[in-house]
């Protein structure tokens, strides 16, 4: 069983930045993929960023490739998601996901996610 928990949400203005973390814990979570996703009110869920086991190997949704950053620290099995320059559009539930694929869909992994509101 794996098990994702999400932190570091808020309240931000537009231009700043936030920095989410993931933790993950269960027994295979540490080969999976990894990897953030997002839903607005009234929108479906989009992609985001994901990252491989080792942390060497990243992908990006092109929207938001130069202002997110996705890491991800093995040893703690955490996954971050660095978010600079935000705007008003990034305001969603980011969730994070972990899976064997990069594909993440709905019988992948999932945190309960969490607030980004980006507004002065």
């Known amino acids: 069983q794996v098990q994702l928990a999400e932190s570091g949400g808020g309240l931000v203005q537009p231009g700043g930045s936030l920095r989410l973390s993931c933790a993950a814990s269960?027994?295979?979570?540490?080969?999976?993929?990894m990897g953030w996703s997002r839903q607005a009110p009234g929108k479906e869920r989009e992609f985001v960023a994901a990252?491989?086991?080792?942390?060497?190997?990243?992908y990006y949704s092109n929207s938001l490739k130069g202002r997110f950053t996705i890491s991800r620290d093995v040893a703690k099995n955490t996954v971050y998601l660095q978010m600079n320059n935000l705007k008003p559009e990034d305001t969603a539930v980011y969730y994070c996901?972990?899976?064997?694929?990069?594909?993440?869909?709905?019988?992948?992994?999932w945190g309960q996610g969490t607030q980004v509101t980006v507004s002065s």
């Open positions: 990252i491989n086991w080792s942390g060497d190997s990243t």
């Open positions: 269960g027994r295979t979570v540490s080969r999976m993929i």
């Open positions: 996901a972990a899976d064997n694929h990069y594909h993440f869909n709905l019988g992948s992994n």
